[in-house]
């Protein structure tokens, strides 16, 4: 007996056949939305995609007819562990490790409502993500799939050394990163340049050597896992170019110290195509601010505001040229909560020029690809995990729509209704 199913039914036998209706699909892999399409999903994985047709007799039926379905969305940069407050790094040094792990377990609740059932943590401390992740994976508390970089690899006094993982020579780099992932982690971090955050360090420097750099990404390539590059000037995105990393995070492309603006270089915008260097754009910190009276913006804001005109040019000509682009929001830092990727991928639509089936590309097959994770998640098609997103409206003319979550389906079960967690 085909019947439309509530949250107990939809969990309640894992192996009967679920067929989720989707009035629009859009699968992730960048083709063209279909309309009225099945999906067809059994053990927690997806087994068929087919337009109309009959429902098997004794199907389980998820009714998404009148929504858009997407891929269960992936945020390629976020931060469990900081608190989104208003000033998470002076959170970060009173907390103990602790309630770290507290604000990661309520802000992987908020991914997940959220529709994004990945996530790529980009630096916590002392591994408490770690052990968030191994506790979703045992169903002790809900959040989505985690990958996470632990502490990321920084220079003695360099961007977030207090997160406590600081080595300088090519030998040390190339220890601490043995040293992670001894310890678990699925992916690294190295911080190619200074940060905003991090008082005392120069954004617009290097913190490393293409060689130091190397010695990181040979580790993880040893380990099979992939590597990202904090870098905020052009000096910097080159070193993570030359060494070639998976993902450069936030490519501000700031000039040398003296110099205001931007230096954008096509040849090293080239060369992330030729080595497969992605880029992470991180619109929302900045988005965030732009909304604040001038007079409550600190220095840093005022400074990344003062590049973001220039830089959305910077990132459009990179799309031009071939650069591919995932999405990551640095959700955690200031004011960032972790709902906040439908509002990342709507500025790529906006400020980036990219259609909607795009922009969600980013943040579904394209950042799986780049994660190394297409064999498991991104797209909708028959062998992937059943991590499906529906939301209110046609997303693939109203980009918006992707932030009216309706409903959650993580793994084949029913996790999330109308941005609220059922369990
Ligand atoms: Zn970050």
Redesign the pocket.
């Given at each position: 007996m085909t019947q439309q199913l509530g949250t107990d039914q939809a969990t309640a036998s894992p192996d009967a056949l679920l067929v989720v209706k989707a009035g629009t699909l859009v699968d992730g892999t960048g083709a063209a939305p279909r309309r009225g399409v099945q999906v067809y999903v059994r053990d927690g994985r997806i087994v068929d995609v087919g337009s109309g047709g009959d429902v098997p007799s004794d199907a389980h039926v998820l009714d998404h007819s009148a929504y858009s379905v997407v891929p269960g969305l992936i945020d390629c940069?976020v931060?469990l562990a900081f608190s989104a407050g208003p000033n998470p790094l002076a959170d970060l040094l009173v907390e103990d490790d602790g309630t770290l792990l507290l604000h990661a377990a309520a802000n992987a609740r908020t991914a997940l409502a959220a529709g994004i059932t990945t996530v790529r943590d980009?630096?916590d401390r002392a591994g408490v993500v770690r052990v968030l992740r191994d506790a979703i994976g045992r169903g002790v508390v809900p959040g989505p799939r985690i990958l996470t970089a632990g502490s990321p690899i920084t220079i003695t006094g360099g961007h977030c050394h207090f997160l406590g993982l600081e080595a300088d020579s090519e030998d040390d780099v190339r220890q601490v990163a043995r040293m992670q992932l001894r310890d678990g982690v699925d992916c690294l971090k190295i911080m190619a340049t200074g940060g905003r955050m991090t008082p005392g360090t120069n954004p617009q420097l290097p913190q490393y050597t293409v060689e130091q750099v190397k010695a990181a990404v040979e580790e993880a390539r040893r380990a099979g896992v992939t590597i990202a590059a904090?870098a905020l000037s052009a000096d910097g995105i080159r070193v993570a170019a030359e060494a070639g990393v998976d993902t450069v995070?936030?490519c501000n492309w700031l000039a040398r110290p003296g110099s205001d603006g931007l230096a954008f270089d096509e040849s090293t915008a080239e060369l992330m195509c030729t080595n497969g260097v992605a880029f992470d754009p991180?619109l929302t910190p900045v988005q965030g601010s732009l909304s604040m009276p001038d007079g409550n913006l600190s220095d840093v804001q005022r400074a990344a505001l003062a590049i973001r005109v220039e830089l959305l040019g910077v990132f459009r000509r990179m799309l031009e040229l071939g650069v591919t682009m995932v999405a990551g929001t640095?959700a955690?830092?200031r004011r960032s909560t972790l709902d906040k990727l439908p509002g990342e991928i709507g500025l790529y639509v906006e400020q980036l020029g990219l259609t909607p089936v795009a922009a969600i590309a980013t943040a579904t097959g394209t950042a799986a690809r780049v994660l190394g994770l297409a064999d498991e998640v991104g797209t909708i098609q028959a062998g992937r995990r059943a991590d499906l997103t529906v939301v209110d409206g046609d997303v693939s003319a109203d980009i918006a729509a992707l932030g009216r979550t309706r409903a959650v389906i993580q793994g084949g079960r029913l996790v999330g209704e109308h941005g609220r967690l059922l369990t």
């Open positions: 940069h931060h980009l630096g904090h995070e936030h991180t640095d955690g830092t």
